[in-house]
């Protein structure tokens, strides 16, 4: 089966402006989760989606995130404004009975 | 909450040694365990898992024992290669949080010819 899809790779913004990322999940998986993975640190859940519902929100940084899933299939998260801390590889997952599949991310540097 | 504790690295280690990260949890029920690898520039990829207590995961070489009574997932190999260098990430997931994934912080191994 094919795997997550991530785009873009790599993006540089300066602070304060917008930007946002997308993810095609494996076709046919209900839940899809955005996690965002700081340099040095473990991935941390920022929200689950299942279908075009959301399962949990609780860790977004509503104030400036937001995360959308329309038609239950693909994914956009978008931050206005970034801050500097926002810098992080932002990976798409798709579970999966064996675990969950992740995307390659997008790395984000906010200068 | 969920969480898990992972040895803290960096880990360097010669080729053919003896490999051992250890892995705590915290958890509400009864999670499964994993371990996921992330070789340099690529993506977070499964390594293996364990669903229940005394199952063993095991893949390319590696090994974890999911240990109930001392809420533990250690990974082990018994003889590492150059190619096993990467970050490993120690997971649980269970259906009480909705099956999102914990990571611990991640341990980077670098194994030198």
């Known amino acids: 089966e094919a795997g997550v899809a991530q785009s873009p790779r790599y993006k540089i913004i300066e602070k304060r402006q917008s930007v946002a990322f997308w993810c095609n999940p494996i076709s046919g998986h209900a839940t899809l989760y955005w996690y965002q993975q700081i340099l040095g640190q473990g991935p941390k859940l920022l929200i689950q989606f299942q279908n075009n519902g959301v399962v949990d929100d609780s860790q977004l940084p509503k104030d400036r995130f937001s995360a959308e899933r329309l038609k239950g299939v693909d994914s956009t998260l978008k931050i206005q404004p970034a801050k500097l801390e926002d810098s992080a590889v932002y990976l798409c997952?798709?579970?999966?009975?064996?675990?969950?599949?992740f995307g390659q991310g997008t790395r984000l540097t906010v200068v | 909450g969920d969480s898990v504790t992972q040895m803290e690295g960096p880990v360097t280690l010669s080729e053919e040694a003896f490999l051992t990260i250890n892995c705590t949890y915290t958890?509400?029920?009864?999670?499964?365990l994993f371990w996921y690898v992330q070789y340099p520039g690529e993506g977070l990829q499964l390594l293996l898992k364990?669903?229940?207590?005394?199952d063993k995961g095991s893949n390319k070489g590696f090994e974890a024992t999911y240990r109930k009574e001392t809420t533990s997932f250690h990974l082990e190999k018994g003889s590492v290669q150059v190619s096993d260098s990467a970050v490993y990430f120690c997971?649980?997931?269970?259906?009480?949080?909705?099956?999102?994934?914990?990571f611990g912080t991640g341990t980077s191994l670098t194994v030198i010819p």
């Open positions: 364990a669903t229940k207590a005394d």
């Open positions: 958890a509400t029920g009864y999670p499964s």
């Open positions: 997971a649980l997931s269970e259906a009480y949080t909705g099956n999102q994934f914990y």
């Open positions: 997952a798709s579970p999966s009975r064996t675990g969950a599949f």
